[in-house]
């Protein structure tokens, strides 16, 4: 769960990856997306891009670190950076995501501001639009997201909303559930990037690293149900991923320990469940994202631990990779 913290480029395939002659006039770049939290900027990337690269879920705050996903075109590749929502923060967990956000707007060709057509303009999205107002050099795009959530009544008024909120390069309502628009927002983004060869191999869907995707999984999993208050509290490390000695051809079989953190015994317990039933069926959830990842059986084995405070503390944020 740790992030790199660095360039939207870190951990390219290099100038010129694709395998692919490049197309006179051909566009790469970044493009990051960013918003209060829960505004659909990860469901937003996994549609883009047109698979799973980042975990959702209906809680704030479920992106913690920098994701990048891959479009490839013909006539463009285009690296959408994932990023936490920006929010005042609260913890000390809260700040260093906010300067993570920070850096990465520094950094990227163009900036999809993501609003939700079913919340009206708030505190949350003037304090986005101020920072943003900072970054005169770098075009913004207005995203509506969850158009598909209110009739065009609402949305219309909801796109004047935005228009008056800030001064965007381009508005495009979308709706990653349906894929409205989605083709006209990737059209939008790309228009905005630099004439450039791609940037990774074709093919190429995410450099997020394994071990930071299986302990992105199980806490997707570990997030669903749960009481508001728990999802700022958890957070998941992947501990090791061994193969079970022993094992025949063909039946190969991966053991994988991962270890879940909360601040509270009272937390753990809800992580758990009764007689362990509620660890056990996220365990199951968890399990079948991770054997698509691995392409193998896998047995996991989950842990729970308190750590307490830890949001607030500096050396367990770096023990958990904050």
């Not at 469901?43 to 809680?59: C, E, P, Q, W």
């Not at 228009?163 to 059209?187: C, E, F, I």
Request: aromatic residues 2%.
């Amino acid at each position: 769960m740790s992030s790199d913290g660095g360039s939207p480029a870190a951990g390219t395939g290099g100038t010129g990856a694709g395998t692919r002659p490049v197309e006179r006039g051909f566009r790469s770049g970044f493009a990051c997306l960013v918003g209060r939290p829960n505004a659909g900027k990860s469901t937003l990337t996994n549609a883009l891009v047109g698979d799973k690269v980042a975990i959702t879920s209906s809680r704030p705050q479920t992106t913690r670190h920098t994701i990048r996903g891959i479009v490839h075109r013909d006539d463009a590749q285009l690296v959408l950076v994932d990023t936490p929502g920006l929010h005042r923060p609260r913890t000390l967990l809260g700040e260093r995501l906010n300067d993570l956000v920070r850096q990465t707007l520094l950094e990227v060709d163009v900036i999809g501001f993501c609003l939700p057509a079913d919340q009206r303009i708030g505190p949350g999205d003037r304090f986005i639009a101020a920072e943003l107002a900072e970054l005169r050099r770098t075009p913004v795009v207005a995203v509506v997201t969850k158009a598909d959530t209110v009739d065009r009544a609402r949305l219309a008024e909801h796109l004047l909303a935005v228009a008056r909120l800030l001064d965007a390069a381009d508005v495009v309502p979308v709706s990653a559930v349906d894929g409205y628009q989605v083709d006209v927002l990737a059209d939008v983004l790309v228009s905005h990037l630099p004439p450039g060869p791609p940037l990774y191999p074709e093919g190429e869907l995410t450099d997020e690293p394994e071990h930071l995707m299986i302990a992105e999984l199980v806490r997707e999993a570990a997030l669903e149900g749960v009481r508001d208050e728990l999802p700022h509290s958890l957070a998941v490390v992947l501990d090791e991923v061994v193969a079970r000695p022993g094992r025949p051809d063909g039946r190969e079989l991966l053991d994988v320990r991962v270890n879940l953190y909360v601040e509270r015994e009272s937390q753990k317990a809800i992580v758990i469940g009764r007689g362990g039933s509620r660890l056990k069926d996220v365990g199951t959830r968890a399990r079948q994202g991770i054997e698509a990842l691995l392409g193998t059986r896998v047995h996991l084995d989950l842990r729970v631990k308190v750590a307490k405070d830890w949001q607030r503390d500096p050396r367990q944020l770096r023990k958990l990779g904050f």
